[in-house]
């Protein structure tokens, strides 16, 4: 079992930066691949970026690609999304999410077993 806990969000003027953090309890968050998805109001949730347990591969969403960028630190049981140049079509709640896998990333939302409880970026024009 793992639990996710994100924080990091806020409210921030377009062209600004944010950074996401989620922290995860259990023993074995090396073991787990992570993700990240958001949700706008009356949209589906969609996938933004995504990494591997060891960090060594890494998967972005067209929309963020070049402006957004995962890691992870497996000593502190932490994964982060660092988020530059914000758009205010960025604007959603964010979820991170793991699943206990190979050393690969996953996109689809179906592949993860456990869900933060989301944390809401607004970007303002």
């Known amino acids: 079992q793992v639990q996710l806990v994100e924080s990091g969000g806020g409210l921030v003027q377009a062209g600004g930066s944010l950074r996401l953090s989620c922290a995860a309890s259990?023993?074995?968050?090396?073991?787990?691949?992570m993700g990240w998805f958001r949700q706008a109001p009356g949209k589906e949730r969609e996938f933004v970026a995504a990494i591997s347990w060891s960090g060594g591969s890494t998967y972005y969403a067209d929309s963020v690609k070049g402006r957004f960028t995962i890691s992870r630190d497996n000593a502190k049981n932490t994964v982060y999304l660092q988020m530059n140049s914000l758009k205010p079509e960025d604007t959603a709640v964010y979820y991170c999410?793991?699943?206990?896998?190979?050393?690969?990333?996953?996109?689809?939302?179906?592949?993860?077993?456990?869900w933060g409880q989301g944390n809401q970026v607004t970007v303002s024009s």
């Open positions: 999410a793991a699943v206990f896998a190979g050393d690969s990333y996953y996109r689809e939302r179906q592949e993860y077993d456990y």
């Open positions: 259990g023993r074995t968050f090396g073991s787990y691949a």
